[in-house]
């Protein structure tokens, strides 16, 4: 848990120094140290097919650093409002609210247990948000330590909240996914979905691609389809999940009950049959 909470401190301060579309694709590198560290402390046998899989994370995320683009320099909470109101990035938010509403009021109801799609579209387009608002809660505070304080801009507490609203419902669906699907399939998933709409996110609120050449840009993008393909790779070596509760090794047991003689009588596990009770069955009675 100690090691958790650093990791997102971390997290939270990278946010701070590097953009989203930088930040967010490398957090697969975690998924590396995971396997290298379940093969030495947990005997978790790392297959080859699974050092590919490092190895393709690790060639996408260099080739993310080599070719990302820049962090823009923002000198008040002002600012990031400006950006954060902007008409595109407003019909962004208003059209990741909507799908939310229309994926939570509607679809989880009927398909939440069955489609993994519900509670991983849910857990993504909002945490799309989140990134969004933690960075300029990121940004607040580092102009603050800086000497410019924020804290009196009304601004900064609305990005607070709406970080404090996303993170709880990001969590609270990740986990329903967690819960309801295998792990080795939510989460290459949900990390696609949830870079691929970050980085989005990222490019319209701070547009980030702007000044950029053609080729950095394929350059990012193609980096991002290595390390997913190795995250695939990666999941796609774990051991299925049992599912708890159920025990198929036990054969079979049938249980009936028999009207005979205006009588009835159940067979229970210790019942055995009385010499004066016949059954016949048709050989063709199961097929």
């Known amino acids: 848990m100690v090691t958790m909470i650093i990791g997102e401190f971390a997290n939270f301060v990278a946010y701070i120094y590097a953009p989203a579309v930088l930040v967010t694709p490398l957090g697969a590198l975690s998924i590396i140290v995971s396997a290298v560290l379940a093969h030495f402390l947990l005997k978790e046998k790392l297959r080859k097919v699974g050092i590919l899989g490092c190895i393709l994370c690790i060639v996408g995320s260099t080739i993310i650093v080599l070719h990302a683009p820049g962090e823009h320099s923002l000198s008040s909470v002002e600012e990031i ?3 954060a109101i902007q008409p595109a990035f407003l019909l962004y938010t208003a059209s990741a609210v909507a799908v939310t509403l229309v994926l939570v009021l509607y679809c989880e109801p009927r398909y939440g247990q069955t489609n993994i799609m519900v509670y991983i579209g849910v857990c ?5 948000l989140t990134v969004m608002s933690i960075k300029a809660v990121g940004i607040a505070i580092r102009l603050t330590i800086e000497g410019s304080s924020q804290v009196a801009s009304f601004q900064t507490w609305v990005f607070v909240m709406v970080a404090a609203s ?3 419902t990001q969590l609270n669906y990740l986990n329903k996914a ?6 080795a399939v939510v989460s290459p998933i949900y990390y696609a979905m949830f870079t691929s709409l970050t980085i989005f996110a990222s490019a319209i609120m701070f547009k980030d691609w702007v000044g950029q050449s053609a080729s950095n840009i394929v350059s990012v993008f193609c980096g991002f389809i290595t ?8 999941h796609s070596t774990r051991d299925p999940e049992k599912t708890a509760g159920a025990d198929y090794s036990a054969p079979p047991q049938i249980s009936w009950r028999v009207y005979a003689n205006g009588e009835i009588w159940k067979q ?6 009385q010499p004066e009770f016949v059954g016949i069955i048709r050989q063709d009675h199961f097929k």
């Open 268 to 273: 229970k596990d210790n019942d055995e049959l």
């Open 166 to 168: 996303c993170i709880t």
């Open 81 to 83: 409002w400006v950006l």
């Open 227 to 234: 390390v997913l393909s190795g995250t695939m790779v990666l």
């Open 178 to 183: 967690l819960d309801t699907f295998n792990t």
């Open 124 to 128: 993504s387009i909002i945490g799309s």
